[in-house]
């Protein structure tokens, strides 16, 4: 038998994938109460989180119960038609017929779908549903995934389609439908050819709850990682579980990948009798960020989404917006929709892991990266650590030279001087040294945590440098008296840290580079800080 695999592509299966028990990821009793109640409700997630690996075993569980029909349809075939909502209703219509023909073997579905064709174009998918609904001696439970790909009025169709038979459930209409995509319906903001624009809530009204796919707890991380343990002998480090967890705090597509890299890709671990250890799965973590696959692509196109950008901007810049009320809370919550921030009660909004707090500053300098000429031997020191004064001398010199021209060409302009020392750093840490990153909303500073392994392997000695990122904002003793408060905390968070540095970027034009250019060594209980000013 061939062993299973991690899946990063495309729904569950078993019997090639290691797997979670789909209907253990959401409240399948609070979803079977719904559909007893003949309710129509959301489920939505981000992308690549598991939602219709979650719908097929719904809709399986649901016709093994022998209740209801439980049809599932993927409607993402009428994204390309766009406004065209004729064809798209008919491919829905085409999709719906084609999925129960699967399921059912007969003809009631094709009947229906004739006669619906004969009476009238505004209403085919109504009328459908309902001629539908009538041949069947069951109620019918419909599971419509990607419903937001659609868009303009062949999206706002559909939903009034399926809203105008509601008061016709169970005999003339489904049971219950259940909505499936990125987005919760409420969100939609559907602009029609005609430029008016629509909002999901008002087209979809009869909507009675919005349910939201959760991501793997730790638990369900270790219990993946430990299938492919039984099934093959391979043996992971316990020490690797809280550096996924951290990575990715759940986010499937991404523990997959990480196990599929650290198990499959990374060539030399195929030999089932080599331990997984934590510097294989660091390895693994940025393979997959240099690689910028499918997901990480997909993550990058909604970087450049106004609404994402007015929210994120902040975060890199050290904004106190969204303490102040000047971020649209519509937009917090769409971009926590799209699984790139957390927003937990009583804590500041977050980016939602170390992979995509990683990805987000990395590709917004992607190319500045690739322009830049500093070589990593420049500033090694004869142990292999990093000679952190001598970079950061250079960076002052660099961004002195270089930050109104290239700052300006960044899409996220705000963060230019955040996002130049970063890539700066970038080149001279990249393939042998990770940076840790931690910013967010209202914290008013950047941290960052350069790991540099001093050896091969795992274990060795790791040279470990904090550097504390802050816009000046009023007096400068003020700032700096704040800056080295909250670098020396870090540090002591960090622990083991052989250096701090505070850098103070002064972007409000008032002085001269000979002015904003300078550094001194500042001490905060009992620890020498070295204080930068570009």
């Given at each position: 038998m061939e062993e299973r695999?991690?899946?990063?592509?495309?729904?569950?299966?078993?019997?090639?994938?290691?797997?979670?028990?789909?209907?253990?990821?959401?409240?399948?009793?609070?979803?079977?109460?719904?559909?007893?109640?003949?309710?129509?409700?959301?489920?939505?997630?981000?992308?690549?989180?598991?939602?219709t690996s979650c719908l097929l075993a719904l809709r399986d569980y649901l016709n093994k119960e022998g209740k209801y029909l439980a049809v599932y349809a993927n409607v993402e075939g009428g994204q390309a038609s766009r406004n065209d909502k004729d064809t798209v209703i008919r491919s829905t219509v085409d999709t719906l017929m084609g999925e129960y023909r699967l399921i059912a073997k007969d003809d009631k579905a094709d009947k229906a779908r004739i006669s619906a064709m004969e009476?009238?174009?505004?209403?085919?998918?109504?009328?459908?549903?309902?001629?539908?609904?009538?041949?069947?001696?069951?109620?019918?439970?419909?599971?419509?995934?990607?419903?937001?790909?659609?868009?303009?009025?062949s999206l706002v169709s559909v939903l009034r389609q399926l809203r105008s038979g509601y008061a016709n459930r169970p005999a003339a209409f489904p049971q219950s439908v259940i909505l499936c995509g990125v987005r919760d319906v409420r969100d939609y903001r559907i602009v029609l050819s005609n430029q008016d624009i629509v909002t999901g809530g008002s087209a979809f009204n009869i909507?009675?709850?919005?349910?939201?796919?959760?991501?793997?707890?730790?638990?369900?991380?270790?219990?993946?990682?430990?299938?492919?343990?039984?099934?093959?002998?391979?043996?992971?480090?316990?020490?690797?579980?809280?550096?996924?967890?951290?990575?990715?705090?759940?986010?499937?597509?991404?523990v997959n990948a990480i196990g599929l890299e650290v198990t499959y890709n990374i060539r030399e671990n195929r030999d089932r009798s080599v331990r997984i250890t934590p510097d294989m799965v660091e390895r693994a973590i940025e393979n997959i960020?240099?690689?910028?696959?499918?997901?990480?692509?997909?993550?990058?196109?909604?970087?450049?989404?106004?609404?994402?950008?007015?929210?994120?901007?902040?975060?890199?810049?050290?904004?106190?917006?969204?303490?102040?009320?000047?971020?649209?809370?519509?937009?917090?919550?769409?971009?926590?929709?799209?699984?790139?921030?957390?927003?937990?009660?009583?804590?500041?909004?977050?980016?939602?892991?170390?992979?995509?707090?990683?990805?987000?500053?990395r590709e917004l300098t992607w190319s500045t990266q690739r322009m830049m000429t500093q070589q990593p031997l420049w500033y090694m020191n004869p142990d292999n650590s990093i000679n952190m004064e001598k970079l950061l001398l250079d960076f002052q010199q660099f961004f002195r030279q270089n930050a109104d021209s290239w700052i300006g060409s960044f899409d996220y302009a705000e963060a230019g001087p955040q996002l130049l020392l970063q890539a700066f750093l970038q080149c001279i840490v990249n393939g042998g040294?990770?940076?840790?990153?931690?910013?967010?909303?209202?914290?008013?500073?950047?941290?960052?945590?350069?790991?540099?392994?001093?050896?091969?392997?795992?274990?060795?000695?790791?040279?470990?440098?904090?550097?504390?990122?802050?816009?000046?904002?009023?007096?400068?003793?003020?700032?700096?008296?704040?800056?080295?408060?909250?670098?020396?905390?870090?540090?002591?968070?960090?622990?083991?840290?052989?250096?701090?540095?505070?850098?103070?970027?002064?972007?409000?034009?008032?002085?001269?580079?000979?002015?904003?250019?300078?550094?001194?060594?500042?001490s905060f209980a009992g620890r020498d800080i070295m204080v930068w000013g570009m």
């Open positions: 695999t991690f899946n990063t592509a495309g729904p569950q299966k078993p019997k090639l994938h290691y797997s979670i028990e789909p209907l253990s990821r959401f409240d399948l009793d609070d979803i079977l109460m719904l559909i007893r109640q003949e309710r129509y409700f959301v489920l939505h997630a981000p992308r690549q989180t598991g939602k009476l009238s174009t505004d209403s085919v998918l109504t009328q459908f549903l309902s001629l539908w609904c009538q041949s069947l001696d069951k109620p019918l439970v419909l599971l419509i995934d990607e419903i937001d790909s659609l868009v303009g009025d909507k009675a709850k919005s349910l939201r796919l959760g991501n793997f707890s730790k638990d369900n991380i270790h219990e993946l990682f430990m299938q492919h343990t039984r099934e093959t002998g391979q043996v992971f480090d316990e020490d690797c579980f809280p550096i996924i967890w951290s990575a990715t705090e759940g986010q499937p597509w991404l960020i240099y690689r910028r696959d499918t997901h990480i692509d997909i993550l990058i196109n909604i970087l450049k989404e106004d609404r994402v950008k007015r929210v994120i901007q902040p975060m890199l810049t050290n904004s106190d917006d969204a303490e102040d009320g000047n971020i649209p809370s519509d937009d917090i919550q769409y971009v926590e929709d799209m699984g790139l921030i957390k927003c937990e009660r009583g804590k500041a909004i977050r980016i939602s892991n170390n992979i995509y707090r990683e990805i987000i500053p040294g990770y940076i840790d990153r931690e910013y967010g909303l209202g914290r008013r500073r950047t941290d960052l945590l350069i790991r540099k392994p001093l050896t091969d392997g795992y274990g060795g000695p790791v040279q470990r440098v904090v550097l504390e990122l802050k816009i000046r904002r009023g007096a400068l003793e003020t700032v700096i008296a704040e800056g080295l408060e909250q670098t020396f905390a870090y540090m002591d968070l960090c622990g083991s840290v052989d250096e701090g540095h505070l850098i103070i970027f002064d972007r409000s034009g008032e002085k001269s580079w000979d002015e904003r250019i300078w550094h001194e060594r500042r």
